[in-house]
């Protein structure tokens, strides 16, 4: 028989035993996978930003919605319009706007989809189509070879495949044409039978 001061205390024993049987329960669970979260860091309404060249305004961008992520990439998911500016920073020398808008940082690119527009509003020329880029290191705007685009100027109507044009859309190359319309021939609307006499 033990003396009494070699007898282990009942409430000695027990907490030793909870002591155990936690340190058995954590390490039978799983470990806790850590999940990397890819959306948006920041999001922002009613974005009005402008690109200034040599303290001159030159780019106007405008959108109802910018999602920011960690990269440095933004989506604009409510549609964006680029406005560009002359020289001076005064006057609205081309515009591209689309439903859907992506900037990605690495390519300095924006991908514009949904009803995309360009308008050189000098000469009253612009383009239709569903999808279109605009890369600001090499200042051009266009489309992949068999998206279908139309160009609408003062005096004709230009259909293709695929599109290249400098920045303010003054100067373009449809990749591969497919119809020509010159307005001044186009044909009229038949009467109907109420303006028949």
């Not at 035993?17 to 990397?36: F, I, N, T």
């Not at 081309?94 to 995309?116: P, Q, S, W």
């Amino acid at each position: 028989m033990l003396p009494a001061f070699l007898k282990p205390a009942p409430v000695l024993l027990s907490a030793v035993l909870l002591l155990a049987v936690g340190c058995r329960e954590k390490s039978d669970e799983a470990p806790v996978k850590q999940v990397d979260y890819k959306g948006p860091i920041i999001e922002t309404e009613n974005v009005l930003m402008l690109v200034s060249d040599s303290a001159k305004l030159r780019i106007r961008l405008s959108a109802p919605l910018e999602q920011d992520f960690e990269n440095g990439d933004q989506i604009f998911p409510k549609g964006v319009k680029l406005t560009f500016l002359d020289e001076k920073g005064e006057e609205v020398v081309n515009t591209i706007d689309g439903h859907y808008g992506k900037f990605e940082k690495a390519k300095n690119l924006y991908t514009m989809r949904g009803d995309v527009r360009v308008a050189n509003v000098p000469k009253q020329q612009r383009m239709n189509t569903e999808e279109a880029f605009y890369d600001k290191m090499k200042a051009i705007i266009y489309t992949q070879e068999q998206t279908e685009i139309r160009v609408t100027t003062p005096t004709e109507v230009l259909t293709g495949r695929g599109l290249t044009a400098n920045q303010d859309f003054s100067r373009y190359r449809i990749l591969t044409p497919t119809g020509i319309f010159t307005l001044q021939n186009a044909p009229t609307a038949a009467p109907t039978a109420s303006t028949r006499k």
